[in-house]
Each structure stands twice: as structure tokens, then as C-alpha cells.
């Protein structure tokens, strides 16, 4: 097949989940022998190469606003996949929507990834909440179908507009590599800091994190790892905190993320909206005891294998996090249960291949 997959900021990725998902993605499809390519947004890919793991990329300008950024981008590229044959588009992010009957026009079948329900992030004023929620409702007719990342996001799609979705997770890597190079840059020891890893926005919480943390009596380090275009008050804010065994590293992707990730002492996924995030699953998949926020999607995700703290009570997250840092045994006895719940439920090549039987059945069908 010759598939076009836009949405996203594109890849190698240098920002959030769509991105990582995606470069996982792409390229096992290219290895499958099908013709990927992979449209991206001039301001965030520096790659000046025309291939990247066999996956063509075209690169086009957009808008750099918060509320015209991604709909721009997409609308510039449906535009063009009119001049490509494409036998499937598949989009990323429910705020696409509104553009996935483009392709269709032209007799070629869409895909929607509708990710989490964006229109409950603080980022968002009462206009762009409105668009999501419209978004939503658009999604569930305009592209030929819709793939959601998390059963919650399945079961809200059927249960408010009765449409249903085709599921498909995120895969997790296989293991932790053994580098450190980036943990010599910020002096750091294995398994002597807790990794955070996110967007540094109010629902991703992590100023609940940093005031948790700075309770806690250990010698251990806190890695903030993350950024966000349009929060630099709130991420300033952030970095007001006294407590010199918090590091905040901004952006870290490629081979120092994964070290991060391999080295830590343990995860923290405070995330409070939003599907299935992929940092979660690579903390998971790098072999990390997980400390996530109790919300249904993070219980889905990890099950039995991780231990949890509310959602409002910082004392709760305190507790936990002082818990931990007493108690190794604890640490090392997740990290054996999750390494096993990957196993059996997040694989990137199974994931692949549930995302190219979809795409074949609906190139098969399409009108």
C-alpha cells in the first residue's frame, strides 16, 4: 500500500507521543514493503534528509500559534495528498477531524487516531474546548474509521455517539540499553534519581510532583524531562523551586531519553488526561516500578503491576514517593511485573500489524 500519515509534527521525533509512536510505526510498515510517507512541519524537524528509515517525509510550513499549528499543517497536507495515490491517509489527533473527509473526496479512505479527550486540558480556553468537542462528534463520521488508544476512549466514543471504534494500544520498547552518556551530563548515578516525563503543563501535574518531591528526605535526584511551547510561565514557575536535587532537562529525545529511562529508579506518570500516553508504556517497557496517578487510563495501562496515588491528596503522593525511596525491595518487585505485563499486551510489531490489517480493510472497502 502507499500510505500518507500527517497530523503530527513529524519525524525523528523531537516532541510528544504522536511523534514517538509514529517513528516506531512507519518504518516497521516500510520494512513490510509498503510505501510510507510521513508529512512534518518546518519548524520542529531539523532532518534534512529526504528518507528516514526508508519513510519519506515532506516537510511543509504551517502557523506557529497554539490554535492554528496543527489544523494548518493538516489542512495544507490533505490538500496535497489530492496529488499523491495514496491508498490510505491516516491522521493523528481529533482535532483533524474536520479535514478527514478531504482525501475521501478524492477516493481515498481516512483513518482517525482521536487520541485522548483534549477538550479537558487547562491549556485550552472555552473556544478551543468548544472545537474539540465538536471535533469529537466530526470524528465520528467524517473519516472512514477511528482508532482509539485507550478502552476508556473506546468506551466514551460508543457511549456518547454510539460509534464505535477499532482499538489498537501503543507498543512499549523491549528492554533498557546500558549507555549513560547522558547521565554523565547531569552527574547523575544509575538508579539514584526518579525520572519525570511529560509536557510541562498544568494537567500533567508537574508542579504536584516537584512540591511532593521537595517533602521527601532522600538523597536521591528528581529528572523533570519536558517542555511545552506555550507554558513558559507555568514551567518558570516550576523552576522558582529551591531544592537543588531537582533537575529539569527540557527536551530529551532519541538515545539520552532511552538512558533516562533505563537508569532510573523508578517512573512517575502524574498525566490526568489524555488516552494511552507513550511515556508511560516506555517506562514500562524500559523495565521502570511505576508510580502513576489514579485515573482509569493509567489502571488500564498498568494494571496489577504498578502502585498508585490520588489524584488530590499531595500527602498521598509524598507518602508514596517516601516509600518508595525507603523500600528497593518494593522498586525491584514491580519492576519484575511490569516487565511481564509488556510482555503479553504491548508490542510495537503487534501493534503494527493490527494498524496495517485495518488499513488494508479499509483501502478494500473504500468507496
Not at 277 to 294: S, V, Y
Request: charged share 25%; glycine share 6%; aromatic share 14%.
Amino acid at each position: 500500500m502507499k500510505i500518507a500519515i500527517m497530523g503530527i509534527r513529524g519525524i525523528p521525533a523531537n516532541y510528544g507521543g504522536f511523534e514517538t509512536f509514529i517513528e516506531e510505526m512507519a518504518p516497521r510498515l516500510a520494512a513490510k514493503g509498503h510505501q510510507v510517507t510521513v508529512f512534518g512541519r518546518s519548524q520542529y524537524i531539523q532532518y534534512d534528509q529526504k528518507y528516514y528509515k526508508n519513510v519519506r517525509l515532506r516537510i511543509f510550513p504551517t502557523i506557529g500559534h497554539k490554535y492554528l499549528d496543527t489544523v494548518v499543517h493538516t489542512f495544507l497536507c490533505a490538500l496535497v495528498s489530492f496529488f499523491d495515490r495514496y491508498d490510505v491517509v491516516f491522521i493523528c489527533n481529533s482535532a483533524n477531524a474536520i479535514f478527514s473527509f478531504m482525501p475521501r473526496l478524492w477516493f481515498k479512505p481516512t483513518v482517525l487516531n482521536v487520541d485522548g479527550l483534549e477538550w479537558k486540558r487547562q491549556k485550552w480556553n472555552w473556544a478551543g474546548k468548544a472545537f474539540y468537542r465538536v471535533s469529537e462528534f466530526l470524528a465520528t463520521f467524517l473519516p472512514t474509521a477511528i482508532v482509539s488508544d485507550a478502552r476508556e476512549v473506546e468506551r466514551y466514543y460508543l457511549q456518547k455517539f454510539g460509534k464505535k471504534s477499532c482499538f489498537i494500544p501503543y507498543g512499549a520498547p523491549d528492554g533498557p540499553v546500558k549507555s549513560v552518556d547522558i547521565l554523565k551530563k547531569y552527574k547523575l548515578e544509575p538508579n539514584e534519581y526518579i525520572l519525570y516525563v511529560s509536557r510541562m503543563e498544568p494537567e500533567n501535574n508537574a508542579h504536584r510532583v516537584v512540591r511532593a518531591f521537595e517533602r521527601v528526605k532522600t538523597e536521591k535526584k528528581l529528572v523533570m524531562v519536558g517542555d511545552a511551547p506555550y507554558s513558559h510561565e507555568y514551567i518558570e514557575n516550576l523552576k522558582k523551586t529551591n531544592d537543588r536535587r531537582i533537575i529539569f532537562t527540557g527536551y530529551v529525545f532519541g538515545q539520552g531519553y532511552r538512558e533516562f529511562q533505563s537508569h532510573a529508579y523508578f517512573y512517575i506518570q502524574a498525566t490526568e488526561v489524555g488516552g494511552t500516553h507513550p511515556a508511560l508504556l516506555e517506562g514500562m517497557g524500559f523495565g521502570n516500578c511505576i508510580l502513576a496517578n489514579r485515573v482509569p487510563e493509567h489502571e488500564e495501562v498498568v494494571g496489577d503491576a504498578g502502585i498508585y496515588f490520588s489524584t488530590v491528596d499531595n500527602n498521598d503522593l509524598t507518602a508514596k514517593l517516601q516509600q518508595l525511596c525507603d523500600h528497593p525491595e518494593i522498586v525491584q518487585k514491580y519492576r519484575i511485573k511490569v516487565r511481564q505485563r509488556v510482555k503479553q499486551k504491548y508490542n510495537w510489531d503487534v501493534v503494527t500489524r493490527q494498524y496495517e490489517s485495518l488499513f488494508f480493510r479499509v483501502a478494500k472497502n473504500k468507496e
